[in-house]
């Protein structure tokens, strides 16, 4: 389960994405053979092959934890065992599948020793992987072979007074997919060749719900913009893009990202002229989401050429990226280097440690008064509910007062302007309040979003969000153009090892990198968002970039429900510090 809401930092404006699906027209005749290619295996993504497939279990809970809510998709939903240390859980996959990975979403109750085994029959089992020593959280385990039975064998407990537990248990096929994000440089290495090149399509978007969607924006490097056929000439067949590498390039792998409107039949070809066009690969089964194909050949223009779209729209790529050597290669502006866990070079570092009444840092903080968005019914005050207690802890409250026509008032600051990073540990440790309505967080927001960038195509990541009507729960949750709202990537998970956040302070941290974030509590993995999951199954990542801190206490609104009568105003969250490192 991830946050139904979202909000805006930094303006107190609500920013709606205006979401427009692609279309394409345009009629091309393929012209002979120019150039002979040879074509390598196209390698799909990573795809879930468990999802809503029967379950076994060798107990159960309660009727609310069954099996089958272990494969159901949904986060919020669980399996449970009864109460001892033998148990096991299986899946029918319906047929043999070529298996890659296991992922496992683990409870509080988590196994410390247990094995992955697999079966074609149901019968005789092999051992695909065994563990005495496990963590819990979640875990992504590679494995290697065909099944279409999965077990998994519990055999030791974490916590011996209860059994076993997890949200989701998923199996991944697909194993020979590349990585992500292939080196862009290296000495005889794959280039990026396509970044910044003349691009043309069939037809482009550029109205208000899409501005501008035009072909250069799938050769730009940045996930969160894209082409897009037109909506009044291009929802037709074919449809096609392509890119002009400046020299003839010898080329190894092309990475198309599509948005929903995706083809599900179409070629990667080559030319030396744009004229005459030789096929490196095509397919009749594209899926969308992400596809890496790897095949070779040679030419100076590299066009995707559409020839059954997989929705009633158009076409539309958010990013179409072709690799080789040779061209003409302009090189994308450099990303930092990735931070090595645990990071400790502190760059940031607030721990409130002011004289009492005293307020927030101003060289460090930007006050953010204004009413809220998604129904919250505050007003944010320009640093009247916030102070420090002289004890080193800033104090946020949120009081029963009438300002600003609303009649609840509240803190909200944020970095914007003052600090902004990519990359690296964050952490905050923080008393969040208990009460129908209360709503802390501390999240972040892509800096593009201050110069004018809409939400959500500058990126959110919700490290903590707590709601005052059950604050035994946590949610930490990535929004992006392909996935927000209600459908954000996220987790919603326990206090480790049980009891109620709200009873004392705890650290909520991020360890942020270009392969993924990974969300703790405690210093315990409470979720990890994968850069090259998110791409395979949800969409565009978008989280390598500048990003600046928000702390905010809201009251009431979508996601936490009304305040009540039973609400405790004054209501405080308090935060002991604020750091980041790299």
């Known amino acids: 389960m991830t946050s139904a809401v979202l909000r805006s930092g930094g303006t107190g404006r609500r920013l709606s994405p205006a979401r427009a699906l692609a279309l394409t027209a345009g009629l091309l005749a393929l012209l002979g053979t120019y150039f002979v290619a040879t074509v390598g295996p196209a390698s799909a993504a ?28 949904n986060t919020g939903t669980r399996w449970s065992s009864g109460f001892a240390a033998a148990q096991w859980f299986q899946v029918d996959l319906g047929s043999v599948q070529s298996l890659s990975r296991i992922a496992i979403d683990w409870e509080g109750a988590y196994a410390k020793a247990f094995t992955i085994q697999f079966s074609t029959d149901g019968s005789n089992y092999t051992q695909a992987y065994g563990t005495t020593t496990g963590a819990g959280g979640q875990q992504s385990i590679p494995v290697s072979g065909n099944a279409r039975y999965v077990r998994i064998n519990l055999t030791q407990r974490a916590l011996e007074i209860y059994g076993y537990s997890f949200w989701e248990f998923q199996v991944f096929a697909g194993g ?84 929903p409107a995706y083809g599900k039949a179409y070629q990667i070809q080559v030319s030396g002229d744009a004229t005459n066009w030789t096929s490196l690969y095509s397919t009749t089964t594209g899926d969308g989401l992400k596809d890496v194909i790897n095949a070779t050949g040679s030419g100076r223009y590299v066009r995707m050429y559409g020839t059954a779209r997989g929705s009633e729209y158009g076409y539309s790529l958010w990013e179409f990226s072709v690799y080789g050597t040779g061209g003409n290669p ?20 607030d ?28 007003y944010y005050t320009n640093n009247d509910n916030a102070a420090m207690d002289g004890a080193g802890h800033l104090v946020m409250t949120a009081r029963k007062e009438t300002v600003g026509g609303r009649d609840y008032t509240s803190h909200r600051m944020n970095t914007g302007n003052k600090f902004s990073f990519q990359y690296g540990r964050v952490e905050a440790r923080v008393k969040v309040p208990k009460g129908n309505g209360l709503w802390p967080a501390f999240w972040m927001m892509g800096s593009d979003f ?11 990541v919700d490290i903590m969000e707590v709601l005052g009507r059950n604050t035994a729960e946590s949610y930490s949750t990535l929004h992006a153009p392909a996935y927000n709202g209600g459908g954000g990537y996220g987790q919603k998970y326990n206090l480790p090892g049980g009891g109620d956040f709200a009873n004392d302070y705890h650290v909520w941290a991020a360890e942020w990198d270009s392969k993924g974030i990974k969300f703790l509590v405690d210093n315990q993995q409470v979720f990890y968002a994968s850069k090259e999951t998110v791409e395979s199954t949800r969409g565009p990542w978008i989280f390598d970039h500048q990003f600046y801190i928000i702390l905010n206490l809201a009251v009431g609104g979508d996601f936490p429900g009304p305040v009540d009568a039973t609400t405790p105003f004054p209501s405080q969250m308090l935060v002991d510090y604020v750091h980041v490192y790299q």
Do not use: H, M
């Open 46 to 73: 990573e795809v879930i092959v468990s999802q809503a497939k029967p379950v076994t279990a060798s107990s159960v809970e309660w009727e609310g934890t069954p099996a089958a809510a272990a494969v159901d998709g």
């Open 330 to 349: 302009q090189a994308p502006p450099a990303k930092p280097a990735d931070p090595a866990f645990p990071a400790t070079r502190l760059v940031f570092a």
């Open 176 to 259: 020979t997919t590349p990585p992500s994000t292939p080196p862009t440089t290296g000495p005889g290495g794959p280039t990026l060749l396509s970044y910044n090149k003349p691009a043309r399509a069939s037809t482009e978007q550029n109205d208000a719900n899409c501005n501008p969607c035009t072909a250069d924006k799938a050769f730009d490097n940045d996930p969160a913009s894209r082409w897009a056929t037109s909506p009044t000439t291009g929802w037709v067949d074919p449809g096609w893009i392509q890119v002009d590498l400046g020299a003839t390039a010898q080329i190894s792998q092309i990475v198309l990202q599509w948005d």
């Open 351 to 378: 721990e409130f440690n002011g004289v009492p009444g005293s307020k927030p840092d101003g060289s460090k903080w930007t006050i953010d008064p204004g009413t809220g968005q998604n129904g919250e019914v505050q």
């Open 450 to 460: 201050l110069a004018g960038r809409p939400w959500p195509y500058n990126g959110e």
